[in-house]
């Protein structure tokens, strides 16, 4: 069973900041949080990785508090091709994925 | 080159064809993976495959059967399939599965597989 728990789906429009978050309450020491993005069938795409504190790269950033019990994925300023599913998983031996969230933005 | 390729894009194929799904990746990631992903669902995994052992089969029905003849592929034999097996079928790659990095996983377009 995959150990995070996002929310079904959330609506935006163009130009605003999104922030999804993720929990993970029994995160393992050895876990490392990821973040993916994926269009209707297409394979996911890799958005984004930490560990812990704040992690920032040219398309997102990664939120994750002191506890690391749970995530928030910041996308800035999204646009309508940022509509997709982003799923958040825990990456060290465990690769399955949770339910993600169904991101649409609108005009 | 950060490419996993996938090969058909396409398959249909009926309940008694044997057929295969070929993925393949030159970015010397050692572990190999297999998912299976229906319509408005997420990715299930299916087998994971470290330095070309399987390590992982997550109880996946005999009639799909693995194979990872060298670090750079990855198939996926078919046979006596059921109509609900038709679904999207994703491979990714990564540096490994364990360790003090986070690994993440590259994947492939997919297959889309009909079975009549």
């Known amino acids: 069973l995959a150990k995070t728990t996002q929310p079904i789906s959330m609506d935006s429009y163009e130009g605003q900041e999104v922030n999804i978050t993720c929990s993970h309450n029994?995160?393992?020491?050895?876990?490392?949080i990821t973040w993916y993005q994926q269009f209707p069938s297409q394979g996911p795409r890799f958005i984004i990785q930490?560990?812990?504190t704040k992690v920032t790269n040219e398309v997102a950033s990664l939120f994750i508090p002191a506890d690391r019990k749970s995530s928030t994925l910041s996308l800035p300023r999204v646009s309508l091709s940022d509509t997709a599913v982003y799923y958040c998983?825990?990456?060290?031996?465990?690769?399955?994925f949770g339910a993600g969230t169904r991101l649409t933005v609108k005009p | 080159d950060t490419e996993v390729t996938q090969t058909p894009k396409h398959l249909v194929m009926g309940m008694t064809n044997k057929k295969s799904l070929k993925c393949e990746q030159h970015?010397?990631?050692?572990?190999m993976y297999w998912y299976k992903q229906k319509a408005k669902k997420p990715p299930e995994l299916m087998f994971v495959?470290?330095?070309?052992?399987?390590?992982i089969n997550e109880s996946v029905p005999s009639r799909f059967s693995p194979e990872c003849p060298n670090s750079s592929l990855l198939n996926l034999h078919l046979h006596a399939l059921q109509p609900e097996d038709s679904a999207l079928y994703l491979c990714?790659?990564?540096?490994?599965?364990?360790?003090?990095?986070?690994?993440?996983?590259?994947f492939g377009p997919g297959t889309r597989l009909t079975v009549t």
């Open positions: 970015m010397g990631h050692r572990a």
């Open positions: 930490g560990y812990k």
């Open positions: 029994n995160i393992a020491t050895n876990d490392y």
């Open positions: 495959y470290s330095y070309e052992k399987l390590s």
């Open positions: 998983l825990l990456n060290n031996n465990d690769m399955r």
């Open positions: 990714a790659s990564s540096q490994r599965t364990t360790g003090s990095s986070g690994h993440e996983q590259y």
